[in-house]
């Protein structure tokens, strides 16, 4: 009776000895400092991005019709697919924290096995997508050649140089958004070996919380790039 | 001088410098203090590079002809003195040095919120720093320091790729810094601690590290597609694609401008140190300086776009950006107010910071009027691309923010080190820095006035005098720079022990010994006064060596 | 929150996605990208309020942040527009 519920007292006062850092006074201190440095990160992605969200905006309003054309040129199925990986893997994550919360170990590591699981979907979806702009030369550089959009959409007037702006745009923006999709990835590599091990608990679980809000916020970016990469136009042309 | 020689309590104790030993100590080590140290080494390493790119500048410039150098290393020289001066100086001097010495102190903490990340920024300045000087000695830049395309992306042929990975990679251990104090200041002031109690400096590094979190990602990406465009040919910039190079200057100077905020902001906090002290008077008007800190950084993001009025912007929106720029000298100029008048009827002395504080008003005040002049369309027009802006950003560059940095290296070299400099040579450095900054700059504003544009590595030969003038003052100002070092450097051995508070200063840092323990303090801080109580706080005894 | 609620964002959040690439091969005319980006705000409002926690939030700091981020980024967007949108006006 009373030798259980010691041990698991010690265990979890270790648990909060452990992880409280030297420099701090109290664990809630500790915690409210990681939150609030990764959201003052995620602000710092916020304008990262957004240089990106500025071009695009600028050359969106000059050439319309290249972005239209561009963008009916991407796989719309695959694209909607992928949103709805990222939200499902959204979803894992968020069940994740609560699973940490309640101190269900079990149930943690399937759930960030399950995000991982769903972000190198994504990420294996997206390389299907590039290898098929590859094969079409839509790949900006010397061999970029979109005389088959020119051909499929006459009335658009497409000048192939100004399209080569967006599919620079597409690859700069799929492909920063990619790379933090591999880093989230390595960290949540990290996150269920250490959850694994028993190291996150009700009473210390903020690096999944942090680590949560790092991914939601790598959703949220793909969130914007679909509709404004893949839909700018994909009404019935007469 | 004798004194030093003896055997002495305060030195012996434990403190940060002596706790441990061995190079990972200081490679590895999480502390603030520590790390500060290392950044100070480092910067002090880059300055001398980019000081000697300065030298090599005005040496060429002695003569009309181009005699010295060819016109391709000219432009490399002029490109690499401005990164290296601006990233890998200017931008982290006060805030990795000051900032990470003294902001934990100041709020009474044992160190910022993220040591391990305070550590992991040094050494992304280190990769930062070793690119660039990579690139250097492969052959260097000769974009400029702002990287303009389509000539960075299509035409140079130089280590572009490079040196814009080099400020990526320093441009995170800023935003890192920046995260830090916010995240310490926020979160780790101590008990009583309330934000209307804070040392103005803490205000003015937390508005410098808003102004690091928001701009410099912008500069990343923008350095990320430059890249890009060179390596990959992703053509944003190309204008035989139909892009837009203004696109890339408005992306640049998005972050570019405000960084000059981040330049000039923290050496105004360390002003707003040293007049209350050298006066013997609280600051006056603290909310004034503390918001006009705030309203810097955030007005600093309004006007970037006055660095491209004869880019080729539509004259409506450079008329958007004079009037805002305008707007964005009333906090710097309430400043200037509020430190006169904080002197107004104190007790001045006119020891070596306080020498460095009315050097920084006087040519904080010349550099900031005359970019009045700049944000008047019409005279722009004139003066742009001239020795007017060069003047112009080096008197707020040097004669503010350098001056502001070693006002603050002098006034807190007693609590890094434990030691006085000698006050003598500190005067002296101080009036050769202050001399040789005015002749090498002031004539510079009647050449740029007079038509002699930048970047240019030959000149007319009406422009020779005061170009000898120019360089003559440079060499006198280096002087002034070298002294200091080397003095600094004679004190840790022989400099007169300091004692926990030799200027009998207001703030935390003061409530502790001289050289601080790792831990900052013996005692837990509890705040029960407001700041600057000069009132109950005794002036100091004489502490000329 | 409850389970239920996670998996009640969840749904909304596919359904949302849904109708965003099904609206797209309507013919709104120019409210194809408003709605397209209401929509998008919508989700992203859902996935920072819930998933992110911040409807939850103890303290103004962590949406002081977020909105400042946000007004930020249309400084960036918003002041470059007054160059591109009037350049040919003379």
């Given at each position: ?238 | ?40 080494v480092s910067i002090t390493f880059f300055f001398f590079i980019g000081g000697f790119f300065a030298l090599l500048i005005r040496l060429e410039l002695l003569t009309p002809a181009g005699d010295l150098v060819l016109s391709d290393t000219y432009n490399k020289l002029f490109s690499m003195h401005g990164q290296i001066m601006v990233f890998f100086f200017l931008v982290p001097s006060i ?30 300045y280190?990769?930062g720093g070793a690119l660039m000087l990579h690139a250097m000695v492969l052959g260097g830049v000769d974009t400029g320091w702002t990287f303009y395309t389509p000539f960075s992306t299509?035409f140079s042929n130089t280590h572009v790729i490079e040196a814009g990975l080099a400020i990526?990679?320093a441009g ?47 500069l990343?990406?923008?350095l990320?597609?430059v ?21 890339f200057q408005?992306?640049f100077w998005?972050y570019s401008h405000?960084a000059v905020?981040i330049m000039i902001?923290?050496s ?38 006055h660095h491209m009025f004869v880019a ?44 460095y504080?009315?050097g920084f008003?006087g040519l904080f005040?010349i550099g900031g009027?005359t970019g009045?002049f700049l ?5 722009d027009?004139h003066v742009t691309d001239t020795y007017f802006v060069i003047a112009h950003f080096h008197y707020i560059m040097v004669g503010g923010a350098v001056m502001g940095y070693l ?22 450095a101080a009036l050769i820095v202050f001399i040789g900054f005015n002749l090498t700059f002031f004539p510079q504003f009647i050449l740029g006035y007079l038509g002699m544009p930048r970047r240019y590595w030959q000149y007319p030969p009406e422009f020779q005098v005061l170009n000898v003038l120019s360089t003559a003052g440079s060499t006198i100002l280096a002087v002034g720079y070298l002294l200091p070092m080397a ?59 | ?90």
């Amino acid at each position: 009776m009373s030798d259980t519920s010691v041990a698991v007292e010690t265990h979890e006062s270790e648990q909060e000895h452990l992880a409280l850092r030297h420099h701090f006074v109290t664990v809630e201190q500790q915690r409210n400092s990681s939150h609030l440095a990764m959201w003052l990160f995620l602000a710092t992605e916020v304008m990262f991005f957004g240089g990106m969200f500025c071009a695009y905006l600028i050359y969106r309003i000059w050439f319309y019709a290249e972005f239209a054309a561009g963008s009916r040129s991407l796989d719309i199925t695959l694209g909607t697919i992928n949103t709805a990986v990222l939200i499902c893997s959204s979803l894992t994550v968020a069940l994740g924290v609560r699973a940490a919360q309640m101190g269900k170990r079990k149930l943690l590591v399937v759930l960030l096995l399950l995000t991982l699981v769903l972000g190198l979907a994504f990420l294996g979806i997206k390389g299907v997508e590039w290898y098929a702009k590859y094969t079409e030369h839509h790949i900006p550089g010397s061999t970029f050649n979109v005389s088959d959009l020119v051909q499929d959409y006459p009335t658009l007037h497409i000048d192939p140089r100004h399209e080569q702006i967006f599919f620079s745009l597409y690859f700069a923006m799929t492909g920063m958004h990619a790379i933090h999709m591999i880093v989230g990835v390595g960290l949540f590599l990290y996150l269920t070996y250490k959850a694994w091990k028993g190291t996150y608990g009700p009473e210390y679980y903020t690096p999944i919380e942090i680590g949560g809000l790092y991914w939601h916020f790598v959703d949220i970016i793909w969130i914007y790039l679909f509709p404004l990469l893949y839909l700018i136009d994909r009404k019935p042309l007469h | 001088m004798a004194t030093a020689a003896a055997v002495n309590v305060d030195t012996e104790r434990e403190n940060y410098l002596n706790s441990t030993y061995g190079i990972r100590s200081w490679l590895l080590t999480t502390d603030h203090k520590r790390i500060a140290l290392l950044y100070l080494v480092s910067i002090t390493f880059f300055f001398f590079i980019g000081g000697f790119f300065a030298l090599l500048i005005r040496l060429e410039l002695l003569t009309p002809a181009g005699d010295l150098v060819l016109s391709d290393t000219y432009n490399k020289l002029f490109s690499m003195h401005g990164q290296i001066m601006v990233f890998f100086f200017l931008v982290p001097s006060i805030p990795a040095v000051l900032g990470n010495f003294l902001i934990p102190m100041m709020v009474g903490a044992k160190d910022l919120a993220l040591p391990r990340i305070n550590l992991i920024s040094w050494y992304l300045y280190i990769i930062g720093g070793a690119l660039m000087l990579h690139a250097m000695v492969l052959g260097g830049v000769d974009t400029g320091w702002t990287f303009y395309t389509p000539f960075s992306t299509s035409f140079s042929n130089t280590h572009v790729i490079e040196a814009g990975l080099a400020i990526f990679i320093a441009g995170f251990s800023s935003i890192l810094t920046g995260l830090n104090i916010v995240v310490t200041v926020h979160r780790m002031r101590a008990p009583g601690l309330t934000w209307s109690r804070l040392p103005l400096f803490v205000w003015s590094m937390y508005a410098t590290s808003v102004i690091m979190l928001l701009g410099t990602p912008v500069l990343a990406i923008t350095l990320v597609l430059v890249v890009l465009e060179r390596s990959l040919h992703l053509g944003i910039f190309d204008p035989t694609l139909g892009g837009d190079p203004l696109l890339f200057q408005h992306l640049f100077w998005f972050y570019s401008h405000p960084a000059v905020y981040i330049m000039i902001l923290p050496s105004m906090g360390v002003v707003s140190e040293i007049i209350p002290c050298f006066s013997r008077k609280r600051a006056f008007g603290y909310s004034a300086i503390a918001l006009s800190s705030i309203g810097i950084a955030v007005l600093g993001f309004l006007v970037w776009a006055h660095h491209m009025f004869v880019a080729g912007i539509s004259l409506y929106s450079a008329l958007v950006f004079s009037l805002l720029s305008y707007l964005v000298a009333v906090p710097s100029a309430i400043k200037v107010f509020n430190w006169t008048a904080t002197m107004y009827k104190g007790s001045i002395s006119f020891d070596t910071p306080m020498l460095y504080a009315f050097g920084f008003i006087g040519l904080f005040t010349i550099g900031g009027l005359t970019g009045l002049f700049l944000a008047a369309l019409g005279i722009d027009v004139h003066v742009t691309d001239t020795y007017f802006v060069i003047a112009h950003f080096h008197y707020i560059m040097v004669g503010g923010a350098v001056m502001g940095y070693l006002g603050g290296m002098h006034f807190w070299w007693p609590k890094i080190s434990g030691r006085m400099y000698p006050e003598f040579w500190g005067k002296l450095a101080a009036l050769i820095v202050f001399i040789g900054f005015n002749l090498t700059f002031f004539p510079q504003f009647i050449l740029g006035y007079l038509g002699m544009p930048r970047r240019y590595w030959q000149y007319p030969p009406e422009f020779q005098v005061l170009n000898v003038l120019s360089t003559a003052g440079s060499t006198i100002l280096a002087v002034g720079y070298l002294l200091p070092m080397a003095y600094f450097l004679w004190s840790l051995r022989y400099g007169k022990v300091a004692g926990d508070n030799p200027w009998g200063a207001a703030g935390l840092e003061w409530k502790t010994s001289s050289p601080p323990p790792t831990f900052n303090f013996d005692y837990e801080p509890v705040v029960t006064w407001e700041a600057y109580n000069y009132h109950e706080i005794p002036a100091p005894e004489e502490v000329n060596a | 929150m409850s389970v239920g609620m996670y998996y009640g964002i969840w749904i909304t959040l596919l359904i949302l996605t849904g109708v965003t690439a099904g609206v797209s091969f309507i013919d709104l005319g120019p409210f194809n990208t408003i709605v397209a980006l209401v929509i998008a705000t919508f989700k992203a409002l859902l996935v920072v309020l819930f998933f992110m926690h911040v409807k939850y939030a103890s303290e103004k700091l962590t949406k002081t942040v977020i909105i400042a981020a946000i007004f930020w980024l249309m400084l960036l967007l918003g002041l470059s527009l007054t160059d591109y949108l009037s350049r040919n006006l003379l």
